[in-house]
């Protein structure tokens, strides 16, 4: 159906594709204006790109090349790299209300987590009881970090705004501030630090079952790679030990996708290593099982 580029400036190297005939979008976001320690999450969205060609697309999950199934389509770089946070928020929203018009189910590359809150405004609109589930390191529930309520440390705190319901998965690191409003929200439980999660199989299939009734119908994903421990993805701004595995992952993705409404998903906070691709590689093949999860689990 498609072929692939010599020379790739699209999601998977694939060519051929249209806007009008693929039912998935790649939305590269480009912004690393708030950043608190490492830099160049704003150079991710570019790297996982010319990446991704070295991924099969045979995906032994489904026995097919997925792709061919529903068509990937990948969108030019929202130009918001030199915007103030407000800026880069409202041009995000507008472009974000045209895709979910199209019907477009968009897969989001960061660029910095602060980009998430952006597309809240139109997803609310469309899905009114949309819930969250968040796979991060850091509950990024702050309301203000260095000068700005539109820090990423502040992304989830400015998505209550939108939701009622945030699953956190991952978590490992947070301020007595965060700790504060997770006991003035009472949300708490809603919290999986890695222990939580499980160690062996048999809790973290239990823990899978309870966040997937705790989210609604609808749900947007959003993933902060470094939920995922260093070891395996060190190239991330705030990397933090002890985090959870590739399997960990898309054993809970699977089962997100399978029981509910996805309607849209972020990967953020790929912060490239030179001459270290395998970060790259990995968010990459990721982005393309969430795609494939969301056409072929029906």
Known sequence: MYKRTKYPKTFAGLSGQ?????????????????SSFGKGADK???????TSPQMELYDRE?????????????????????LSSEKMLSMLEKKYSELLKDNKFVG??????????????????????????????????????EGTKNSHAC???????????V?????RSTCQEEADFIKEKNIADNIFSPRR??????????????????????????????????????????????????YDCLDLM?????????????????????GFPSSEFMAALLVYKLFNYKFLLK
Request: proline residues 7%; contains cysteine.
């Open 254 to 274: 699977r089962a997100v996708f399978e029981k509910k409404n996805v309607v849209g998903f972020d990967v953020v906070e790929l912060a490239p290593i030179k």
């Open 197 to 246: 999660f499980g160690l062996d199989q048999a809790t973290k299939q239990k823990s899978i079952k309870e966040i997937v009734s705790k989210l609604s119908k609808d749900v947007y994903i959003t993933i902060d790679l470094d939920g995922f421990d260093p070891s395996i993805l060190p190239a991330t701004g705030t990397p933090e030990p002890g985090g959870l595995g590739w």
């Open 167 to 171: 699953v956190q998965v991952g978590i």
């Open 62 to 82: 489904f026995d097919c090349e997925t792709y061919e199934k529903y068509g990937i389509f990948t969108l030019p770089s929202l130009k918001v790299s030199n």
């Open 18 to 34: 249209t806007y009008k005939n693929s039912q998935a979008v790649v939305l590269p976001v480009p912004y690393d204006r708030t």
């Open 44 to 50: 991710g969205p570019q790297a996982l790109i010319d």
């Open 155 to 165: 992304a989830i705190r400015r998505c209550y705004s939108y939701v009622d319901k």
């Open 108 to 145: 989001m590359l960061g660029g910095e987590h602060s980009i998430t809150p952006g597309v809240m405004p139109a997803l609310k609109k469309k899905y009114p009881n949309l819930s969250i589930l968040q796979w991060d390191a850091h509950g990024d529930l702050r309301d203000s970090y």
